[in-house]
């Protein structure tokens, strides 16, 4: 379980509204510090593939395959999905929402995985 600081006095760390504002964060679609792989960002299947538009494959799937079922990926800018537009922690967007991976539509906010993604981002939850 991560915990998290509940103080209106964080140093070197953003305060945020306790409710989660995803489109105030992005910190899901950001790479972790430790990441040091390909500059991919999320695993595609044909699925995934199949829901993106022949402008949003352009501009950002780039090739990949794994042992797992992967054809694609979405490729990674300054260690981020490429999809995400704006500032992790001021306001963001992503660019392909309506269409995005099932990866991405079945992270939950608040969740453990979000929780950390946004200690690992130097963002937490505010009182």
Known sequence: MLILKRSNVLLGKQLLMSEPNCQKCGACCRALPSW????????????DLDKLSIGEKEKHVVPFQDEYGAIAALGMVDRHCSALKGQVGCEVSCEIYENRPDICRAFEPRSDQCLRARDEAGLVFGE
């Open 36 to 47: 040091d792989g390909p500059d991919i960002y999320v695993r595609l299947n044909r699925y």
